[in-house]
């Protein structure tokens, strides 16, 4: 588990951004919606003006099904233009939340063949936007921009903290920065690894040493908050290398050689309801770093730590 990987994936200020931004940042939140009772004639006809290719269905705002292209080309060749929706729509649909990170509607594009997703308000489960892969551009586009921006303006006052350790005699010198994540408290799965990007921009550390960090803590954080009651995260900065400790007391991990499989989750059914649980934060976590070291004991919790060079 442990090794200096030589030959790392260069990563994109779009992949840092879409682990930080949430879904609501790109959804659309005009949605036009259909009611169960509606027919297939008028899912014809808003289909065909307004050029889409499916429909959500409510009911008191509530996602009850949806309706695709595809229903209304099976009614269409069977004669059922005046079937109601609700004996037509898909009733098991597969939607997202408005607080997931950007990430997971990402992944189910990449998983699923649909053209959009729902987006639904995890408090009331009432339908609040819609996102399409065209949707996850635009605003991957309108952020990097605002963000190139940004960086030429702090270009010349970034204070280069990162020479202080040059700067200092002495046999070693650290500087320890320790936050606390709760588990379960998934709104705010995400807060601690934007604290220390913050102030790893503040002490000048390059974007791209941010980058590949920054990813890891969020996975990291993002376990602690499933899969613990909770747990710290402890980053060391120290001459040539930052080095990241995550502990929790957790249930543990039964078999770490399978946990590092991509896509081996052991989130119970209620977590992956909630959008959580996707079994890829070990193995990106593992892709971002140079070093990673894993220990675990069952019932007694887990001990994560990996590092960066620069």
Avoid at 78 to 83: C, F, P, Q, S
Avoid at 145 to 157: G, L, M, S, T, V
Wanted: aromatic share 6%; hydrophobic share 35%; with cysteine.
């Amino acid at each position: 588990m442990k090794g200096r990987v030589k030959h790392l994936p260069r990563i994109k200020k779009t992949q840092q951004l879409a682990y930080e931004l949430k879904i609501k940042e790109a959804m659309n939140k005009k949605v036009l919606t259909l009611n169960p009772e509606h027919t297939m004639l008028d899912v014809k006809k808003i289909l065909k003006n307004r050029r889409i290719s499916g429909i959500p269905i409510v009911k008191s705002r509530k996602l009850v099904g949806i309706i695709s292209i595809e229903d209304l080309i099976h009614c269409l060749s069977t004669g059922l233009m005046d079937e109601k929706i609700k004996n037509v729509m898909t009733k098991k649909v597969v939607g997202l939340f408005s607080d997931e990170p950007l990430i997971h509607a990402i992944n189910k594009f990449d998983r699923y063949d649909f053209g959009r997703f729902p987006i639904l308000d995890r408090d009331s489960r009432k339908l609040v936007g819609i996102i399409t892969k065209k949707d996850i551009i635009q605003c991957l586009l309108r952020n990097l921009e605002f963000h190139y921006h940004a960086e030429e303006r702090k270009k010349n006052r970034r204070y280069r903290g990162a020479d202080l350790f040059k700067n200092v005699h002495s046999d070693w010198t650290t500087l320890t920065l320790k936050y606390h994540v709760k588990g379960g408290d998934f709104k705010k799965a995400g807060e601690r690894s934007d604290q220390l990007k913050q102030n790893l921009l503040k002490l000048g550390y390059s974007d791209e040493h941010i980058r590949r960090l920054i990813i890891a803590v969020l996975e990291a954080e993002m376990n602690l908050a499933i899969f613990t009651p909770g747990g710290d995260i402890i980053a060391q900065m120290e001459q040539g290398k930052i080095t990241v400790k995550v502990i929790d007391h957790g249930p543990g991990i039964q078999d770490i050689e399978l946990a590092m499989q991509p896509g081996y989750s052991t989130a119970p059914d209620f977590i992956r309801e909630l959008g959580f649980g996707a079994g890829m934060g070990l193995p990106n976590i593992k892709n971002c770093t140079d070093e990673m070291k894993l220990e675990s004991v069952v019932g007694k919790g887990t001990n994560l730590e990996f590092s960066i060079y620069n």
